[in-house]
């Protein structure tokens, strides 16, 4: 089966990720083929309790093998258990991180799996 790449991210910083070929933005969502800004204000996410089911339904819908979820740079965002039963139900593996250690996995796995992330560039 023939798929695009998840993107690259080239540029991590405090309030600021990088893509190719995406804007620049705070908090990102990216999968196989593209990406998008992870607007929060769309689902009403918080930091606590954090990631929720809706906002990995778009990875799961693209077809994502691998998920990874970011915790932000000082560990602050959650991570629902609704979420990670969701994504067990559908047998996704997932992985959650620390931002810098998301973004690397992310990249390594970018290039030879579907792999989708959501990215959080702050606390």
Not at 79 to 101: N, W
């Amino acid at each position: 089966m023939s798929r695009e790449p998840s993107p690259k991210v080239n540029r991590l910083a405090w309030g600021v990720i990088e893509a190719e070929g995406l804007p620049p933005a705070r908090d990102l969502k990216l999968y196989p083929g593209g990406g998008r800004e992870w607007d929060w204000s769309e689902t009403g996410t918080r930091h606590e309790p954090g990631i929720q089911p809706i906002d990995v339904r778009e990875l799961i819908d693209i077809g994502c093998e691998v998920v990874i979820l970011s915790r932000g740079m000082h560990l602050r965002l959650q991570t629902m258990p609704k979420t990670l039963g969701l994504l067990a139900d559908v047998a996704i593996a997932v992985h959650v991180l620390e931002t810098r250690a998301a973004v690397d996995l992310y990249n390594t796995l970018a290039g030879n799996k579907a792999v989708g992330a959501l990215l959080h560039s702050t606390c």
